[in-house]
């Protein structure tokens, strides 16, 4: 099956830092998504990216089809984005999701 | 809109014991996910069902999980046998579209 690769592992940042967290794929997707888990872990939608660059606030995604690979950037970090960062991506027509394993991001004050 | 519910929000049981999960999507979605997520990992599909039939179930281990949607809306997740291995955070999920909308899981502790 699909492998998915996630780096770097984990990320300790001082508020107001940008950062850019890597999602390296096995295969080709026609579906690839990015979650942020709280502290708490609850799982939230960021983006649905199988390809192309988007942008939701301080938060942006691109990702490289055709090289396999994804990258989320975040800007001027603020405490509220830590938590984990996970990409997710899929090749089957069924919506089935695989997850990489996760970029662990730590915002100091 | 409500999100997706799920209950209990803890448990704790014995090794051998038994025990039930519940999920009840988002209104009107007609897909639902089971994942498992042990610590320090990221989900994994157990079973994807498609209204109350089921579309994807092949990394459940079927001797000891079994999942169930008998209306197409609300699921249920059952251990029987649990083993000390199965201690993890229990994730349902729905969807309509692309879009994967997440519960706030069942942590379950096998002692």
């Known amino acids: 099956g699909i492998q998915v690769e996630q780096s770097p592992p984990d990320l300790i940042l001082q508020e107001g830092a940008n950062s850019t967290l890597r999602c390296n794929f096995s295969?080709?997707?026609?579906?690839l998504q990015w979650f942020h888990q709280n502290p708490w872990g609850q799982l939230i939608n960021l983006f649905y990216?199988?390809?192309g660059t988007k942008q939701n606030g301080r938060l942006s995604a691109t990702t490289v089809a055709t090289e396999r690979y994804s990258l989320l950037y975040i800007s001027s970090s603020q405490t509220t984005d830590s938590g984990v960062y996970f990409c997710?991506?899929?090749?089957?027509?069924?919506?089935?999701?695989?997850f990489g394993q996760g970029t662990r991001l730590t915002i100091n004050p | 809109e409500a999100g997706v519910a799920q209950s209990p929000r803890y448990k704790i049981i014995e090794k051998r014991q038994s025990v039930a999960f519940w999920c009840n999507p988002i209104s009107g979605h007609a897909t639902l996910y089971w994942y498992q997520q042990i610590l320090g990992q990221g989900p994994k599909l157990l079973i994807q069902f498609q209204n109350n039939g089921v579309v994807d179930d092949s990394q459940l281990p079927k001797d000891r999980f079994s999942a169930e949607r008998l209306k197409g809306v609300d699921s249920t997740l059952k251990i029987q046998p649990a083993k000390l291995e199965d201690s993890a955070v229990y994730l349902c999920?729905?969807?309509?579209?692309?879009?994967?909308?997440f519960g706030p899981g069942t942590r379950l502790t096998v002692t």
């Open positions: 295969d080709s997707v026609n579906n």
């Open positions: 997710a991506v899929g090749n089957q027509g069924a919506q089935k999701l695989v």
């Open positions: 990216i199988p390809s």
């Open positions: 999920a729905s969807s309509l579209g692309v879009w994967q909308y």
